[in-house]
């Protein structure tokens, strides 16, 4: 066998999905510096471990918090968010979350409207 008859290694495969509860969180109207956390949670629905490589915000003003470990078959974790309520006005942001599920990047949505503290 010539080596370009060897077959090809294939590449680590996708594991199955990655199943959020909600992909978007409302705060609808909060106060300016009010507490800004939210949770999103996921289940493993796939006969494989998940692993979220990155978990990204789309500006400095959220960040994000997630499970580390690899998330068993059948089982959930989380991604906490937290946003800075500091700046008034309406606000949209996205987390992008990269795993080795097949149906990643997952993108993820806050929004909300601070207003001014009185």
Same mark, same amino acid.
């Given at each position: 066998?010539? %080596?370009?008859? +060897?077959?090809?290694? /294939? !590449? %680590?495969?996708?594991?199955?999905?990655?199943?959020?509860?909600?992909?978007?969180?409302?705060?609808?109207?909060? =106060?300016?510096? &009010?507490? *800004?956390?939210?949770?999103?949670?996921?289940?493993?629905?796939?006969? %494989?471990?998940i692993?979220?490589?990155? =978990?990204?915000?789309?500006? *400095?003003?959220?960040? /994000?918090?997630?499970?580390?470990?690899p998330?068993? /078959?059948?089982?959930?974790?989380?991604?906490? =968010?937290?946003?800075?309520?500091?700046?008034? *006005? !309406?606000?949209? +942001?996205?987390?992008? =979350?990269?795993?080795? &599920?097949?149906?990643? /990047?997952?993108?993820?949505?806050? +929004?909300?409207?601070?207003?001014?503290?009185?």
């Open positions: 066998m010539q %080596a370009q008859d +060897k077959p090809a290694t /294939p !590449a %680590a495969a996708p594991t199955d999905s990655i199943k959020f509860e909600s992909l978007t969180h409302d705060y609808g109207t909060i =106060v300016q510096g &009010a507490d *800004g956390k939210c949770t999103f949670s996921f289940t493993n629905k796939g006969k %494989a471990p692993v979220l490589n990155d =978990v990204k915000a789309s500006c *400095g003003c959220t960040v /994000p918090e997630w499970t580390r470990t998330v068993a /078959p059948k089982e959930k974790g989380t991604i906490k =968010v937290t946003y800075n309520t500091n700046n008034v *006005g !309406a606000f949209t +942001k996205s987390i992008t =979350v990269n795993s080795n &599920a097949i149906n990643s /990047p997952v993108v993820l949505t806050i +929004k909300g409207i601070v207003t001014a503290k009185q």
